[in-house]
């Protein structure tokens, strides 16, 4: 299974659209902990592969993520991450 962000030069019938989220609640004590946002981005690749694999597909093609830090009155920040893509299948 693989991800890519550009697009596919081989004929191939397109699956649908993938999506996946993960997120991490940042404690007080470790708020400025922005970089635990690279383990986010592994988490979302690996939800997406797993449900382009159970639509069939051998790949996702065209992948974006967004990531957002988000900030509750009372509550602390949360990193969130999403990623989305189109799954393909190829055509032999």
Do not use: C, W
């Amino acid at each position: 299974m693989f991800l890519t962000t550009g697009s596919i030069n081989q004929s191939h019938a397109i699956k649908g659209i993938v999506n996946a989220t993960s997120h991490l609640m940042l404690a007080s004590e470790t708020i400025d902990a922005f970089e635990s946002m690279d383990q986010l981005f592994s988490d979302v690749e690996e939800k997406m592969r797993q449900r382009a694999a159970e639509n069939g597909a051998d790949g996702i093609t065209d992948v974006k993520f967004n990531t957002q830090v988000v900030q509750l009155q009372v509550a602390p920040k949360f990193l969130v991450v999403t990623g989305y893509g189109t799954m393909i299948k190829f055509i032999e």
